[in-house]
């Protein structure tokens, strides 16, 4: 009876430390990229409906294609602007997705420096569930092919095992190690 209570108690220790919240991972990455836009003009003379596919080579992950669909904004004078909107990066292990918001500044008659902060909201292959958060910094010159150049750092948290998965197991645990004392104390009688 008191290896029975002892068991049970052991097994109660080990699925609370099982249950615990395990910390997500979360892996640096950084890489390049470029591409090109097309604005689009819009009703409102300073707004432009914008879009922008690319490519890129990251650190962790290797080479992806880039799309981003969002909207330009335009100070009155045309010299600063704010974006935001939804991007992809599809590579060869899987996809990841998320949402964007940038400025930029008007830095001669065909070149401009810009920065994207970007959010990593999902994924699918081996990106299923992740999160994440980047920034992008580049030059855009409406000059040259790609008329995008630019690097960016950030990182991709990959999520927790689930606690209940892990409460689960250890309520499996308890019962598989109840049995095996409860078959080893009948035997002994």
């Known amino acids: ?112 420096t810009s920065t994207l902060d970007t959010v990593i909201t999902g994924g699918t292959g081996i990106f299923a569930g992740d999160t994440g958060e980047g920034t992008v910094i580049g030059t855009n010159t409406t000059t040259n092919s790609p008329m995008f150049v630019g690097t960016y750092t950030g990182f991709i948290t990959i999520p927790e095992p689930s606690s209940l998965a892990l409460m689960l197991s250890g309520i499996g645990l308890l019962l598989v190690m109840r049995k095996r004392l409860g078959s080893g104390v009948q035997q002994a009688s």
């Not at 290797?62 to 335009?74: I, K, L, Q």
């Not at 590579?91 to 070149?111: H, L």
């Open 1 to 112: 009876m008191i290896r029975s209570l002892a068991a049970t108690l052991i097994a109660l220790v080990m699925m609370g430390a099982l249950a615990m919240p395990v910390l997500a991972d979360s892996t640096p990455t950084s890489g390049t990229l470029t591409g090109n836009s097309i604005l689009t003009p819009t009703s409102n003379p300073y707004v432009y409906d914008a879009s922008f596919s690319g490519s890129g080579v990251d650190t962790v992950s290797g080479s992806f294609t880039a799309t981003n669909m969002g909207s330009d904004t335009f100070n009155s004078t045309f010299t600063s602007w704010t974006s935001s909107g939804t991007f992809e990066d599809i590579f060869a292990t899987g996809t990841v997705f998320g949402t964007f918001t940038a400025n930029g500044t008007v830095t001669g008659a065909t070149t401009s």
